[in-house]
C-alpha cells in the first residue's frame, strides 16, 4: 500500500448496535483507480461503502481523502456521490430534474443547471428522454439516470452500490462496459459494490474480496483468479472442486501419495508449496481432461489424476459438463464429449489449474474414501 494513496481507510471497525460487521480494514485507493469489492451476502461490503459514504460511521479507525481527514463529516462535506442499488430516483421528477437535484441543492442557478444536465444527458446518451419521468424509462435508462445524477456534482469519488443488480443479463453486460470506458474517460476514482465475480474481473483495476468483516485478499483480477491466497478466495473465485490430498512439500514441489482416489503425482508450482500433511486441492471446471478409466494412459508428472464416475451429464451450452462422484463426494468436470452416466472415469487436473491449501482441522469438505472405492478393482489397477 502507498502512503500517498488518494483515499485512505485505516483500521476500519464498524457495525450496527452490537454487532461488529467490519474489523481492521485498511486499503489504500490511488486516484483515478477503479476498486470493486467483492464477496457474498453478508461479508461487509455495502457496510465498507456506506462507512466510506458517510452513512454509517466506523466506532475505530480513520478515513482521507487527498490527506484529509473526512472520518467524521456528513456524507455531503466528504467531495462524493453514490449511485444506490435501487436508482433512488424521484418518481415525480423527469430525468432531466433528477439529475440536476443535486446542483439545485448546491444553489446553482437554473441557466448552470441546465447546461450542466445537458451535457450529462450527451454523455451518458440521454438526449431526448430529459422530459420522461423514471417509470417511463426502460431499467437501463434509469440507470444512466442515477449515474448522471452522481456525475452532475463533479465528485471526486463515485461510489456504486450494486448498480447493475436490477438489470437483465443482457442489459448488464453492456452498461457495465460503459460505465468502465466512462469511468476511465472521466479519471474519476470509483468503488463498486458487487456479488458477481465476472462484473469485478472486468471493470476494476484491483479487487478487494472480503469475509465475514475483513479483506480476504486484494489485488489484480488476474493476480486474484491465478493466485489466491487462501482457499476460500480459491472457492469464490470459481474454484469450487475440491478433494483431499496426501502429499510432501518441499519448496515448490509437491509430491502426492496415490490413495483409492488418486494416482500418486509429482507436481512443480508456480509458487510456494503448502506444509506436508493433509491437503485440500481446489480447481475450476474447465481446462479439466475427462476420459475413461479403461483408457490406459501413462503418469503425468504435470497433473494430477483423480479416479471417479459420471453421475450426471448437461449441457449448459460450449461444453458438457459431467457431475463426477469421487469418494463421497462430487466434482464438475466440462468436456467437448458427453461421457454416459455411470462411466468410471479420470479426471485430469493440470498444476497450472490447480491450489492447494493446507486442509482445516476438521477436514476438508470434499471427497473422502469410502468402503466401495477402497474395494474397486478398476482403482486398484490405476493405483497399483
Known sequence: MSDDAY????????????????EGI???IGKGEFVALLGASGCGKTTLLRTIAGFALPSAGSIRVGGRDVTRLPPDKRGMAMVFQSYALWPHMTAARNIGYGL??????????????????????LGGLGGRKPSELSGGQRQRVALGRALAVDPDILLLDEPLSNLDARIR?????????LQQRLGITTIH?????????????RIVILDKGRIAQLGTPEAIYTRPASAFVAAFMGA???VPLDAACSGHRVDIAAGPLNRAAGLMLDRPAPPSGRL???FRSERLELRRLDVQSAADGGAIELIGRVEAVV???????????IGDGSVLVDCPEALPPGSDVLVRVPASGLFLFAAPADGPAGASPSAADENSPARERLTA
Open 193 to 205: 459494490v458487487t456479488h458477481d465475480r465476472e462484473e469485478a474481473m472486468v471493470m476494476a483495476d
Open 240 to 242: 469450487e472442486n475440491v
Open 280 to 282: 485440500e486441492a481446489r
Open 26 to 28: 485498511d486499503l489504500m
Open 315 to 325: 449441457y449448459p451450452g460450449g461444453e458438457w459438463r459431467h457431475t463426477v462422484r
Open 7 to 22: 483515499l485512505s481507510l485505516k483500521d476500519i471497525d464498524a457495525g450496527y448496535g452490537r454487532t461488529r460487521v467490519l
Open 173 to 181: 453486460l453492456t452498461v457495465r462496459h460503459e460505465i468502465r470506458a
Open 104 to 125: 439545485r441543492l448546491k444553489g446553482w442557478r437554473r441557466e448552470a443547471i441546465a447546461a450542466r444536465v445537458a451535457e450529462m444527458e450527451a454523455l451518458l446518451g
